[in-house]
């Protein structure tokens, strides 16, 4: 049975604690940013960037504010299509490590050629990978497998301090999510959990996708 | 905090006011959630919507420095409405005192004002008191001048018209926060206040936290779980750093500071030690004398004896009424009235207020001692942008500093828990934590004064000061020892034993202590309380998530301060489901009661409630602040408007500024400055910076000053979103880059609209293209009690920049 992640954005503060502890969990160098007009930094995911805090603002029908969190990471599909697209050109590019579900880039993903590291991308329905021109490989979370393996939780899961992030074995998870929704449904009767069939990183919203980011739900294809 | 973090899930109604605590207690704010998951009622009120509006039930929006008026309102509400818990009122607080003849108050001045000292005679406010000295009570508070009767004559001026007016919070707005935090008004539901620099920067700063203490004990909300009125402190140790006398009106453990016109102790005494004519009040700080003889015995040892006042007389003087909070130290620096000065912990030259006024002063010191992690905008002052070093005197001494994970000791958290931390790592290179800086540093001056002689030269030589710092021998000194052999119960303590309490402190020369809060938290029988990590309790004490044997908390480990107001007065808690103390017959369970005393309805052997005051009640009336006794909205120093729309007096009466050249203050209603800024950090830096935007990973994620500010300003200037704002005050001009959000809306005050951006202070030249102190544009004007300055609100204007200079 594969591990899997519930992201509560219910409770989630946008602290970022989840967007750095990854960053030194995997001795990322900081990127060089500008204030742009938003709180979101860096713009985007990118290759020191395996996680992103999303800020997303707009007004409810009672004219009251509302401002979307969306810590943004590779899904861990049930079924990745990138492995397979990789699989086609570079066998084990990426690999769907079973055990933990984990998707993973290998370092034969250096080998895969520009156009084909971009048709994985482009695979992606989360708009996930991205290629980092300075090894030639594509980067994206790798679920943290190094501390999964020895039996610790993810960097982000374990920095989360308001209870946003759950970690856990997949049917567990499926639960508490369920149960989660039922309980936030009361305040957010918009509520909902995004392709929780298939993926391993079911995110629970308050609202529509689209008022948290364009690549949130396979359906915003 | 009178309660602590865990025990906000106990809440039914939380108020966040003057603080953003997501953002700024990121690990604390899971309590909130926990009481939100409980299903309480939780509401932000703040004139940005922030990260903490996005996670509470509604959202309030307020303009800057109408907090008052805000509160004012919710206590006419309260007493309008008959929301309040009467029987606590009439047991706990001074709702039946009457007040003396000489009170009055009218049209936004009370009694006693001398306009050319721009101060009040605070004893025309004193309680009408009996042939003994005791005040008279009325407890059926028909007596005119009772304070239940005044505080509704008072308040009755804040309607919601008038209120709405002046905040520019709707009608609808002010009612639903109302509503939902006045329901805690019963004996079994509780609220709590949680606030911080968004109620104290302002030059009505305490009394917003005052107005905050009327509504609670009108509520009944004060010692109970899930109560109490909250102080979330920005700094992990600043609990700690008040507690030991960091300020400068106090000595360790909230003892007075000595003036010149008490030249013995005798006199101090005297003056500080308060009488109280009701047999059946504690008057706690009637034990003042026994705390500070036992911190003087701490801090000159042996040489500290009762024929020589405990060496009271080598202890510096202050001048009555001499202000000597830092704002008056940096104008005396620009005046040439300080030659040198250390500056440690705090990096003055980004977060003070005006700082183009503090960074010419610190200019005119000939040598500045700074201890830093790195450098900042303090330590290199004399290479600012636009200065030419050559012109500048001062000469600069920077020690390296050791990190806090480089250091063991303790923290006192925002719930006066205190807290072992171990040191992690050693300090890199030469780095020192300030202790090992500063007992070398006394150490070499001793030996200077016994070789040299000079003046005074006892005042050093016969402190009982250690050859090298440790920490836990420090921890143990702050605790206490016995200077004499002393029996205390059945038990005898040897000399330079630990003392177990502090009700064993004596004002004989038999104990010392540098804290007689901190006393018990290191005794012989457990030795370091603050490393105990034991999650052991009671079910009574689980059901309200106090864990007694977790660390130690002052005083004397109790976890939610006035205790004694949580049950009735034959202590019988007011929610027996979340009870914090119960009286069982004999005793009190629970947590550590307020005092062992049998409860308050035992005429012979049980004490009023509230043990801190000299009368024993809460003080819904309190004739000892500068300002008044009871809170009453001013305008801040720079108001945005011209009038007040129910008072004569637009701002406060006795604020404190200053008026050198360069402490300029906009008009009232100024044309050349109509847009009310607000101040404040932000998660991802800590407080100026200093330390965070040395943190790449940091710096990406907040990596430059930005300004926030409505569409509909942006519209009015003609500034985009992420286009370069120019930013100006009287006092100094900023670039920002344009943050255009519905997250901030115009107010509408008095018919007419006012704009508020807000700013962080988090960015300072010395990283390179981030930006330049916020601070340069904010007030030179405090609060007549603290001197805090008004850094939550002043005025400025804004326009699209043609170029940037400051952030590229």
New interface residues.
Partial sequence: MPKSFLIDTTRCTACRGCQVACKEWHDHPANVTKQRGTHQNPPDLNPYNFKVVRFREHLGADGQVIWNFFPEQCRHCVTPVCVDVADMTVPGAMVHDRATGAVLVTEKSAKLSAEDAQAVIDACPYNIPRYDPATGRLTKCDMCIDRVANGMAPMCVKTCPTGAMYFGERAEVLETARKRLEAVKADFPKARLVDADDVNVIYLLAEEPEHYHDFVAFAQR | MTNHWIDIKNADAVLIMGSNA??HH??G??WV?RAK?NGAVIMHVDPK?S?????C???VPLRSGTDIAFLGGMINYILENKCYFKEYVLNYTNASFVVGKKYGFDNGLFSGYDAAARSYNQSAWAFETDERGAPVRDFTLSHERCVFNLMKKHYSRYTLENVSATTGVSRENLLKVYKAFCATGKPDKAGTILYALGWTQHTVGVQNIRASALIQLLLGNIGVAGGGINALRGEPNVQGSTDHALLYHTLPGYIALPLAQWQTLAEFNKANTPVTALKNSANWWGNRPKYFASLLKGWFGDAATPENDFCYGLLPKGEKGEDYSYMYVMDKMLHDKMKGGFVFGVNPMNSFPNTNKMRAALDHLDWLVCAELHHSETSDNWRRPGVDPKTKKTEVFLLPSAHRVEKEGTISNSGRWLQWFDKAVEPGGQARNFADIFVPLINKLREMYAAEGGALPEALLKQNWPARYDAEEWARRINGFFWADTKVGDKTYKRGQLVPAFGNLKDDGSTSSLNWLYCGSFTEEEGNKSKKRDLSQTPMQAAIGLYPNWSWCWPVNRRILYNRASVDINGKPYNPAKAVIQWDGSKWVGDVPDGPWAPQADQEKGKLAFIMTTNGYAQLYGPGLKDGPFPEHYEPAEPPVERHPFSGQLRSPVYKFHSSELDKFARAADPDYPIVLTTYSM??HWCGGGETRNV???????????IEMSRELAREKGIK???GVIVESPRGRVEA???????LRPFTVMGKTVHLVGMPFAYGWTTPNCGDSTNRLTVTAYDPNTTIPEAKACCVNIRKADKLTE?L
Avoid at chain 2, 698 to 705: G, V
């Fill in positions: 997501a953002e990121p690990v704010f899971k959630m998951d919507f990260r903490t509006s996005a996670r039930d509604f959202h998660t991802e790449p990973n940091l710096l990406e994620a907040e990596p430059q000053l930005y979103n992420g286009d880059i344009a943050m255009v959000t519905i997250r952030i």
